[in-house]
């Protein structure tokens, strides 16, 4: 043990075991945070693509596969081993990618997908001097200034969540939503970004009609692109709206993915589907998993959120009118206090992932 003297207090004994301790656990995050740009660049250049369609490969047989720089696919192969993403085999040189870790980083297609959490996350830390511009008089940074890899990302991160959930355990747990949908259903789909949500829900009910909106012109050009391709784009329209005006009335569900937290007035927004809903409709409200207290937030999940609010949620509340900037891991019983403000009576939880919570409120 050492001491430090402190002027107003008795000296502070020092464990120096915790201090390295905590020394090291940050060197950790040095190299975790570098690897984020790693991942970005993996998933970007086909490394992780040519690892899994390949087998063994050494960096020169990786730089071919890819046609890219060897000195880059070796000191990439070798942050990637030492942060545990590949295997390295030094009787041959090779490097491999487990199985599970090439689901979660080359299959889309999978609930494990994570190449867009990563992507969002490198674009939420390069956009992020703005941030600390806007922190340091209070302002905010709209949804609309962050750079593709956030809209990408976004969009690339939550879509696999919306593809294993929304169909087969979301909608279901909500009061009868569902008939309504197969026979025929009008659904609103508010802040739709590029519209993953409303193409899953378009895809699975052909004999319904979606109206996506969002305030951002970029987005809803490229979800406008994305329902072309999915060949939905006869039953599904985008519109650039804010929450609080988007068009039409009479909807039988109005769904709000991953958006009301960012929005300056979320309370504008619900006033708004209130009118917007048919008298027995249902608005599903997801939001990224939380709980009511600090305290219940304090985990793997709740710190990246934590992060993405400070860097992106809040600031995007606070750039609209209102900026109520509720944060990302408001919890259930903020958003109860919104809704009800708006003049809904029913709320309850109705399913959960380790990412999300799922709410559903009526009038
Ligand atoms: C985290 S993204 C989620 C996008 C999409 N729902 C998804 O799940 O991929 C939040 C979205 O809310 C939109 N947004 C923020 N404020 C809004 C507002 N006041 N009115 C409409 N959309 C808004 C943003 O443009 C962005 O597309």
Redesign the pocket.
């Known amino acids: 043990m050492t001491t430090i003297d402190q002027p107003t207090a008795a000296p502070t004994e020092i464990d120096e075991q915790k201090l390295m301790g905590f020394v090291f656990k940050a060197v950790d995050e040095v190299g975790a945070t570098l690897n984020c740009a790693l991942v970005v660049m993996g998933d970007k250049l086909g490394y992780y693509r040519a690892l899994a369609d390949r087998g063994p490969l050494t960096p020169s047989l990786l730089a071919d596969a890819t046609a890219t720089g060897i000195h880059y696919a070796r000191e990439w192969l070798n942050a990637q081993a030492a942060g545990g993403y590949v295997e390295y085999h030094p009787a041959d040189g090779t490097y491999t990618l487990p199985p599970e870790h090439a689901i979660a980083l080359t299959d889309p297609d999978s609930p494990a997908y994570l190449p867009g959490f990563f992507q969002?996350a490198f674009g939420t830390v390069h956009d992020s001097p703005a941030v600390v511009a806007a922190a340091s008089v209070g302002d905010g940074v709209?949804?609309?200034e962050h750079g593709d890899d956030v809209?990408v990302g976004?969009?690339r991160?939550?879509?696999p969540g919306?593809n294993a959930n929304l169909v087969s355990s979301w909608l279901p747990a909500m009061d009868g939503v569902v008939p309504k949908l197969i026979a025929g259903a009008r659904v609103a789909?508010?802040?739709?970004?590029?519209?993953?949500?409303t193409i899953v829900m378009a895809k699975a009910f052909p004999q319904s009609t979606f109206v996506g909106?969002?305030?951002?012109p970029g987005?809803i050009a490229t979800a406008r692109e994305r329902a072309a391709e999915a060949g939905v784009a006869d039953r599904v329209r985008f519109e650039v709206?804010?929450?609080?005006s988007?068009s039409g009335t009479g909807y039988d569900l109005v769904t709000?993915?991953?958006?009301l937290h960012?929005?300056?007035?979320p309370i504008g927004?619900a006033r708004h589907v209130h009118s917007t809903l048919a008298d027995d409709g249902r608005w599903m409200i997801?939001e990224p998993a939380a709980g009511d207290r600090v305290e219940d937030n304090l985990n793997p999940v709740g710190r990246a959120y934590y992060g993405f609010s400070t860097l992106?949620?809040t600031p995007?509340?606070l750039s609209?009118d209102v900026g109520l900037a509720i944060g990302t891991q408001a919890g259930p019983a903020r958003i109860n206090d919104i809704t009800t403000t708006a003049g809904f009576t029913g709320f309850r939880v109705v399913a959960g992932t380790p990412f999300n919570n799922v709410l559903e409120v009526w009038k």
Not at 213 to 216: A, I, K, N, P, V
Not at 256 to 259: G, I, L, P, S
């Open positions: 969002i709209g949804w609309h809209f976004c969009e991160f939550f879509r919306y789909d508010l802040g739709c970004g590029h519209g993953a949500s909106s969002d305030y951002h987005s709206a804010d929450a609080g988007y709000t993915f991953d958006a960012d929005m300056g007035d927004a997801v992106l949620c995007a509340s609209q």
